[in-house]
C-alpha cells in the first residue's frame, strides 16, 4: 500500500506564505506524477499545481506567479511553496500522486487534506 502524509497548513494573514509538503511512502516503484489540489467550502475539488517525475509542472491560473510547486524524487516528497496568499485561497489542500507499484500498476492516491486559512 501507499500512505501520502501532508504537512504545513495553517493559520497565515493575508500576504502571507506558507510551504506544504507530502511525502509518500510504501509499496513504490516509481512516482509518475504528484499534486496538489485543493477544495473550499460549497465548491468543487480543483488542480492547483502538479509535477511531473522530469519535471514540468502546471499550474491553476489563479494560483500562477504566487505557488510554487517542486518535488525531491529522493525522498518521495512533493512540495507548494503558496506566496502572496489570499483569503480567497482558504481551502483544504490534498495532496495527489499516480505511484507505480512493483507489479507496474499505476494507483492514484490521495492524503488526509491540510487546512489553509487565509484572513485578511
Known amino acids: 500500500q501507499v500512505q501520502l502524509v501532508e504537512s504545513g497548513g495553517g493559520l497565515v494573514q493575508a500576504g502571507g506564505s506558507l510551504r506544504l509538503s507530502c511525502a509518500a511512502s510504501?509499496?513504490?516503484?516509481?512516482?509518475?506524477?504528484m499534486g496538489w489540489y485543493r477544495q473550499a467550502p460549497g465548491k468543487q475539488r480543483e488542480l492547483v499545481a502538479a509535477i511531473t517525475s522530469g519535471g514540468s509542472t502546471n499550474y491553476a491560473d489563479s494560483v500562477k506567479g504566487r505557488f510554487t510547486i517542486s518535488r525531491d524524487n529522493a525522498k518521495n516528497t512533493v512540495y507548494l511553496q503558496m506566496n502572496s496568499l489570499k483569503p480567497e485561497d482558504t481551502a483544504v489542500y490534498y495532496c495527489?500522486?499516480?505511484?507505480?507499484?512493483?507489479?507496474?500498476?499505476?494507483?492514484?492516491?490521495w492524503g488526509q487534506g491540510t487546512q489553509v486559512t487565509v484572513s485578511s
Open positions: 510504501g509499496s513504490i516503484f516509481s512516482i509518475v506524477a
Open positions: 495527489n500522486a499516480a505511484i507505480k507499484n512493483y507489479n507496474r500498476r499505476v494507483g492514484d492516491y
